[in-house]
């Protein structure tokens, strides 16, 4: 069980520059992109290095849902720099490319794809000693302040896939709520929907021991493990919350109280999902936001057209649910029960539809885009959203039920419209 550093509180910010001088960093990288550059967690970011006299250099050239290019570009940057430490200051973007140039930059030597998940890379293990990181996560949702995993679109591919190793965790992850306050209402609901679905996967996974084979050595582990008795105390904890807070924070910016407990659910749900994993509706979304055409979402300020990270994992979220029901039915419905459905009546070979039903309702409620056909596609796609999903072994084998090519166009097609 790798367990994560955080620091939570309003205005903790203010003390990172007392966290470097106490690292004895001489020189450190800002990692952050160019909307947050000019607003007021980095503000808040950058007055507390000026007070501690911090030499730092900053980078601001993040790619919203980063590429393997926009990966190598942040990378170069930190190889060019010589850091003893870095502090990201974002989103799942920011603090998941900080990871990367952290990782590449202690590595110098290595290839790319050495440490990018298999089968797309080789997926070695990170043996290399890696320098500090702190993160400043500033979205209610990845979570990625308390993993090691780091994603991006492998553009050749035209997929998702990611770099998981306990060895790129952030040092610290500093939990201000302050900083929720600077979201727009969609991103709000994105990274809320992504923390909705680590807490239902990584709940729903398949239990550490039914996963096969044992590793040869204890460094081949992988971080994900299949769901587990201390990451189910998060993973449940965190719905509680999702359930009673997030439709408070989309709907209302200056509900400070729900929008500062969707982010330490976020950090609750990474430490579930961080050791667990999570299973169909991540490893499906990744060909969802690589093959995106022309959508462009509400609310993000980008040139290019993206499906959101967490967009792209709830829609699939009711078709995948009710399909993996079957195995611990119980867990389906108790989540079920936990956002909102009335299950004194159910019986347990329902779990699935009542899941099911209970979050197209709260997705409904929530203004969210119909299914994939909303988002661009159609059944003419569903060969190639298969075919991108199929490399996802990481997180797939983890679902409880195993599927077959034809579950996962069934499940593709019963998402392409939710109402």
Request: glycine content about 8%.
């Amino acid at each position: 069980m790798a367990i994560s550093n955080i620091r939570y509180g309003q205005g903790v910010t203010k003390e990172i520059g007392m966290d470097l001088q106490n690292l004895g960093a001489r020189k450190v990288c800002l990692m952050t992109d160019k909307n947050l550059s000019q607003l007021p967690p980095v503000n808040a970011v950058l007055n507390s290095l000026a007070k501690y006299g911090i030499n730092f250099q900053m980078y601001d050239n993040v790619r919203v849902e980063p590429t393997d290019q926009s990966f190598l570009d942040a990378i170069q940057f930190a190889k060019k720099g010589e850091f003893d430490a870095y502090v990201a200051v974002g989103g799942g973007s920011v603090m998941d490319t900080c990871k990367a140039a952290n990782l590449y930059a202690s590595s110098p030597t290595s290839d790319f794809l050495d440490y990018v998940n298999a089968p797309i890379g080789k997926g070695k293990p990170v043996t290399v000693p890696l320098k500090p990181l702190i993160a400043v996560p500033t979205t209610a949702g990845t979570g990625s302040e308390t993993t090691g995993v780091a994603i991006f679109d492998f553009k050749e591919l035209k997929v998702k896939t990611g770099i998981a190793s306990r060895a790129i965790k952030p040092t610290l992850g500093i939990i201000d709520p302050l900083h929720t306050l600077s979201m727009p209402e969609r991103i709000v609901a994105n990274s809320g929907f992504d923390v909705l679905c680590h807490a239902l996967e990584s709940y729903t996974a398949l239990p550490y021991n039914m996963r096969s084979p044992c590793p040869s050595n204890p460094i081949n582990r992988p971080a994900y493990q299949g769901s587990n008795p201390i990451s189910d105390v998060w993973a449940l904890h965190a719905l509680r919350i999702v359930a009673k807070y997030l439709k408070r924070a989309i709907r209302s910016p200056e509900d400070h109280e729900a929008r500062a407990k969707m982010h330490l659910a976020s950090a609750f749900a990474g430490i579930g999902f961080g050791n667990a994993g999570v299973h169909l509706c991540h490893g499906m979304s990744y060909p969802i936001s690589g093959l995106v055409k022309t959508y462009k979402p509400k609310d993000y300020n980008v040139d290019h057209s993206l499906v959101p990270h967490g967009l792209s994992v709830v829609l699939t979220s009711p078709a995948v649910f009710a399909f993996t029901a079957q195995i611990h039915p119980e867990r389906h419905l108790e989540a079920a029960e936990i956002l909102g459905a009335d299950i004194r009546t159910a019986r347990i070979k329902d779990a699935g539809f009542i899941l099911a039903d209970t979050l197209r309702k709260f997705l409904f409620d929530l203004n969210v885009d119909d299914g994939l056909a909303a988002v661009g596609y159609s059944k003419a796609d569903i060969p190639a959203l298969v075919k991108g999903t199929l490399p996802q072994e990481r997180v797939t084998k983890l679902s409880p039920r195993p599927q077959t090519e034809e579950d996962l166009s069934a499940l593709f097609e019963a998402s392409m419209k939710l109402y």
